[in-house]
């Protein structure tokens, strides 16, 4: 990918970004903030949290798997992202040190955390061993 590429692509996440933030467990991402991410953990009791960079590649490629995802699993997993250098306060909490980094909590406590790309088969595959209420389906 070039750079004039590259620069495009983010230009026109973060462009996307600035549009009204969606809200809770219907399908959409939650930016979190440390004003509310306390919040967020215990309203919903199953929840995927993407820690990104705006400058991070691998992150842009997730974006849309994690759309995806939320929309797909809506009613069942609530998703957010942390930007890691607006709130590096929850980064640090974390230990947060590689970019994508996401972590799974169920009711409130962190479970699994792994870094990097992930296909959204095996996304999905994690998820179901993680997350009772979706070991049926």
Avoid: W
């Avoid at 549009?19 to 919040?39: C, F, M, S, Y």
């Avoid at 919903?44 to 699993?73: G, Q, W």
Wanted: charged residues 30%; contains cysteine.
């Amino acid at each position: 990918m070039t750079e004039n590429k590259l620069k495009e692509l983010i230009n026109n996440d973060l462009q996307n970004e600035n549009k009204v933030e969606q809200t809770e467990d219907d399908g959409r991402i939650i930016k979190l903030t440390k004003e509310n991410i306390n919040d967020f953990l215990s309203k919903h009791v199953c929840v995927v949290i993407d820690f990104y960079s705006d400058t991070c590649p691998p992150c842009h490629r997730m974006k849309p798997v994690l759309n995806e995802l939320a929309e797909e699993f809506k009613g069942k997993i609530a998703f957010a992202k942390v930007h890691t250098k607006e709130e590096r306060a929850i980064a640090e909490a974390l230990q947060v040190k590689a970019h994508p980094t996401f972590y799974f909590f169920h009711e409130g406590f962190p479970i699994l955390f792994f870094i990097g790309e992930k296909k959204k088969s095996d996304f999905i595959q994690l998820m179901k061993i993680q997350f009772p209420n979706l070991k049926e389906n």
